[in-house]
């Protein structure tokens, strides 16, 4: 097959990219981005900040234009990120306790209420541990509502969209000896051993030289799979994108029956939230790097 998203069809998996809503009148940008990806993940556009500004007021604007252009094209569209630290609006980020509890709950059903039933996957809980040695969870408003605010949004999730994949997703967790990781890893076992509803954990997978990709990714996927959740790579972009590296996290997403596919974040370097690392698979110019042509091999089977 000649274009990504047709080449990891091959194995049932999709091949996806982060969108960003204003780009979308960049003609190269859209034309790359339809002709290569069938599943869509709105890089901002669904966080809480962009679709519940005020509280009580939801707004869809910008989420419906990633999402409508990803129906449009024929792609699935990944859900980001219904509880998450970051880019809460100024409402959310002054509120604690049980009202806080509250409004995490009023969001996810109101964000999840307007795409019901068309969403395939959903980050439902993002970025919930901490960096470093510790295996703790990571400080914030959210986890100071009390320990159990993660599996109280699965719950309030599988309610609001039974059809939607529910996924926790986080980074530097690719590594299966990171502490990070082994702390996910628990908390995974810990909700299928009693019964919160979590069906997929998302790699992100942004690797540099300070978090590099290793090659015991493939163990972490599979160990996670052993579990009984699905597994994606969601975020995928790799500094400098040597083809070696990105055809190895292919390869591993091929090696784990339930690796559901791969998103790479963003369309060319100059898109990418870190474009000086020129982590992506295309050129500004909008032409195809090494790396994808390796990762086009590698998807279509070496
Ligand atoms: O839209 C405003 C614009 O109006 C304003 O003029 C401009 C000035 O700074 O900011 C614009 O918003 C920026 C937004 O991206 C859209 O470009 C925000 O400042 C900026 O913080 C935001 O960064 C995003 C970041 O998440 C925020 O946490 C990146 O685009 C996005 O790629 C990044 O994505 C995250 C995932 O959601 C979670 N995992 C990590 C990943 C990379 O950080």
């Given at each position: 097959e000649s274009t990504l998203g047709a080449a990891a069809a091959q194995s049932g998996r999709y091949f996806g990219t982060a969108i960003a809503a204003n780009r979308l009148s960049d003609s190269t940008y859209a034309t790359i981005a339809a002709r290569e990806f069938d599943s869509v993940t709105a890089e901002n556009e669904m966080?809480?900040?962009?679709?519940?500004?005020?509280?009580?007021?939801?707004?869809?604007?910008?989420?419906?234009?990633?999402?409508?252009?990803?129906?449009?094209?024929?792609?699935?569209?990944?859900?980001?990120?219904?509880?998450w630290h970051s880019?809460?609006?100024?409402?959310?980020?002054?509120?604690?306790?049980?009202?806080?509890?509250q409004a995490m709950i009023d969001h996810i059903n109101g964000v999840m209420a307007h795409y019901k039933g068309k969403i395939a996957q959903w980050d439902v809980v993002n970025e919930a541990f901490a960096d470093g040695s510790s295996g703790a969870r990571r400080d914030s408003n959210l986890q100071r509502t009390g320990n159990d605010w993660i599996e109280v949004a699965f719950r309030t999730a599988r309610a609001a969209d039974p059809n939607a994949k529910l996924c926790y997703n986080?980074?530097?967790?690719?590594?299966?000896?990171?502490?990070?990781?082994?702390?996910?890893?628990?908390?995974?076992?810990?909700?299928?051993?009693?019964?919160?509803?979590?069906?997929?954990?998302?790699?992100?997978?942004?690797?540099?030289?300070?978090?590099?990709?290793?090659?015991?990714?493939?163990?972490?996927?599979?160990?996670?799979?052993?579990?009984?959740?699905?597994?994606?790579?969601?975020?995928?972009?790799?500094?400098?994108?040597?083809?070696?590296?990105?055809?190895?996290?292919?390869?591993d997403c091929?090696?784990?029956?339930?690796?559901?596919?791969?998103?790479?974040?963003?369309?060319r370097d100059s898109d990418s939230w870190r474009s000086e690392q020129t982590p992506l698979l295309f050129n500004n110019d909008g032409s195809k790097k090494p790396a994808y042509t390796a990762v086009l091999n590698a998807l279509n089977g070496g």
């Open positions: 966080k809480i900040d962009a679709t519940e500004p005020q509280r009580g007021q939801f707004n869809f604007t910008a989420a419906d234009r990633v999402y409508n252009w990803a129906v449009q094209n024929g792609k699935e569209v990944r859900g980001h990120t219904l509880a880019q809460q609006p100024g409402w959310m980020q002054s509120l604690s306790g049980s009202a806080l509890r986080d980074y530097n967790v690719e590594n299966w000896n990171w502490a990070k990781t082994q702390a996910m890893y628990n908390m995974v076992r810990d909700f299928k051993s009693r019964g919160v509803p979590i069906d997929c954990v998302g790699f992100q997978s942004h690797f540099n030289s300070g978090s590099p990709y290793d090659s015991n990714f493939r163990t972490t996927l599979q160990n996670f799979a052993a579990l009984g959740v699905d597994v994606a790579v969601t975020e995928l972009d790799i500094q400098g994108a040597p083809a070696a590296t990105y055809a190895n996290v292919v390869n091929l090696a784990v029956e339930r690796c559901l596919g791969i998103t790479v974040w963003g369309v």
